[in-house]
Structures are given as structure tokens and as C-alpha cells.
């Protein structure tokens, strides 16, 4: 499986979204934070929209906002929603009907490696990815903080 850069960016717009709470995000902000083209996200935030993780705020304080709480978004309904299937192969589909199944040694192997991507992809939930990147800033700028004090003396 190989997961495009429209999913990537999809969960990286919805973690600057969610991490902002209730108020409206300018794509712009996100671009600029996320260091994503401002036209391949506007792309993107259709499909985010049409997909319902988020919904648009008009007016001169506008822009995006999450659809529903971080924590009833998981990163599975995201990727597949930009993806589509996230199948390592093909035979593993719901619907894929494979003449090999009888003489394929490696069927059950994928059935597993698609099994655990499902459990990592559903258990990770929009709110722990918004968790995880303020942990992650937090401690960026805590190591920024002594070098920034010795420049001042």
C-alpha cells in the first residue's frame, strides 16, 4: 500500500483544523503552517468537505472547521476517503474474486498485513493526531527556549 500525498495532506489539513478548536481556519493558514500548495489544498479540502470531516464558515473570519469531534474521526475513514481502498493487494478487496486462491501461498499474509493496517488506521483517532502534534510542537520549542535565552545575553 502506498498512500498518495492527497491523504497525507488530507490528515495534516484536519490535525491544523481540529488543533485551532472551534474556529474557522483560512486555508491559507494551513498551507502556510503545513508548507502544502494553497491550490492542490483547496483540492483537497473539497474532498475533506464532500467527505463531511469538515464544513466551511463564510464571511471575513472564515474558513474551515471540523464536521464532528476529533475524537469520532479516525485516520482509516480519512485515508480511504481520499484513497479509496487501502488494500496492499488486490485479492484482499471485498469484491476481488481470485482464480489463484487455491495455489497462493501468501493469501493469508495479506489478509493479515490488511488487517493491521485497518486496526492501526481505526485506532488512531483525529483527536490522538492533534495530541501527538501539540506533544511534538511543545517539545520543539522547549528545546528552541535555552538557545533563544543564551542568543539574549
Request: charged share 25%.
Amino acid at each position: 500500500m502506498w498512500v498518495s500525498t492527497k491523504a497525507q495532506y488530507g490528515l495534516r489539513a484536519l490535525i491544523e483544523i481540529g488543533r485551532r478548536g472551534g474556529d474557522a481556519v483560512p486555508l491559507k493558514d494551513v498551507s502556510e503552517r503545513q508548507g502544502i500548495s494553497q491550490h492542490y489544498l483547496e483540492q483537497i479540502a473539497s474532498n475533506l468537505r464532500r467527505a463531511g470531516f469538515i464544513r466551511s464558515v463564510r464571511g471575513a473570519h472564515g474558513g474551515y472547521r471540523l464536521a464532528r469531534p476529533a475524537a469520532a474521526i479516525n485516520a482509516y475513514e480519512v485515508v480511504t476517503a481520499m484513497e479509496g481502498s487501502i488494500a496492499p493487494v488486490s485479492c484482499v478487496e471485498e469484491d476481488h474474486v481470485c482464480s489463484s486462491q487455491s495455489v497462493c501461498g501468501t493469501v493469508d499474509l495479506w489478509h493479515r498485513v490488511d488487517a493491521a493496517l485497518r486496526d492501526v488506521l481505526g485506532g488512531t483517532t483525529l483527536a490522538d493526531l492533534i495530541e501527538q502534534s501539540e506533544r511534538q510542537e511543545h517539545a520543539r520549542l522547549v528545546q528552541l527556549e535555552p538557545s533563544f535565552a543564551a542568543s539574549r545575553l
